[in-house]
């Protein structure tokens, strides 16, 4: 139906790294991000178009590759980007310190890990922002600190409006909502209030009528946090 589905493609070893057994080199997550979206692309090919996201974190070896994988319009069509970043990425950034990249296993070059300045990396994604408004940037442990209690699975919706999470039995999802806001700007403070009234009950409605794929979707969206999301349509108009 031209939803999205959040991947995080951090667990995925760099490209390059030795297979056990076998001649060749695995090809890291910015392949696996191809792929994923060749096969959105097919299967929505009669609807919208999906709008998926792509996570990966800021100490992952191939995130030079990961951040200028989009740097030309139209590649990789269907996922938003995001880079997950901690508080020892940024303050390393502010204090122009190094920050250490992690291989899940010896590369093909016998490195564990490799060390750069983190304000190289920083400096590049507000270039590709700059240019094209990607990557995005989730603040783990922020999240982790001001959100949740516990330190369970941290996951987004497509484009991070609405932070999700889940458990064994449960998986949270969101129904969102935007206002068009020139219309909107036309409006008188009375009016405004009754759109985002209206705009409140209607996501919450939609939580009890719509139907779930799977039981842990019910237990996540409709039996616990109910999450909904109102944003706007038409800034740049």
């Not at 692309?41 to 100490?59: D, F, P, W, Y």
């Not at 980007?81 to 901690?86: E, P, Q």
Request: charged content about 25%; hydrophobic content about 35%; aromatic content about 8%.
């Amino acid at each position: 139906a031209g939803i999205g589905t959040g991947f995080n493609f951090s667990n995925i070893r760099s490209k390059d790294e030795p297979v056990r057994g076998r001649t060749g080199v695995t090809g890291g997550p910015v392949s696996f991000l191809r792929a994923y979206n060749g096969f959105f692309r097919e299967i929505t090919q009669a609807t919208r178009k999906s709008a998926s996201m792509g996570l990966l974190h800021v100490n992952h070896p191939d995130i030079f590759d990961y951040i200028n994988c989009k740097v030309e319009d139209g590649q990789i069509e269907g996922f938003n980007l995001t880079v997950i970043l901690d508080d020892k990425f940024m303050h390393a950034v502010e204090n122009n310190g190094t920050y250490e990249l992690k291989y899940k296993k010896h590369n093909a070059n016998g490195e564990a890990s490799k060390t750069l300045n983190a304000r190289e990396i920083f400096d590049l994604m507000c270039q590709r922002i700059w240019d094209n408004g990607e990557p995005g940037v989730m603040f783990e442990d922020t999240i982790k600190r001001d959100y949740f209690e516990d330190d369970i699975n941290i996951l987004a919706n497509p484009c991070s409006e609405a932070l999700l999470s889940h458990g064994d039995d449960w998986l949270e999802l969101c129904v969102l909502a935007s206002i068009n806001l020139p219309k909107y700007m036309a409006l008188n403070k009375e009016e405004r209030e009754r759109v985002v009234d209206t705009t409140v009950r209607m996501l919450n409605d939609i939580i009890d009528t719509q139907d779930y794929v799977i039981e842990y979707q019910r237990k996540g969206m409709k039996d616990r946090n109910r999450k909904i999301g109102i944003g706007v349509a038409g800034l740049a108009t």
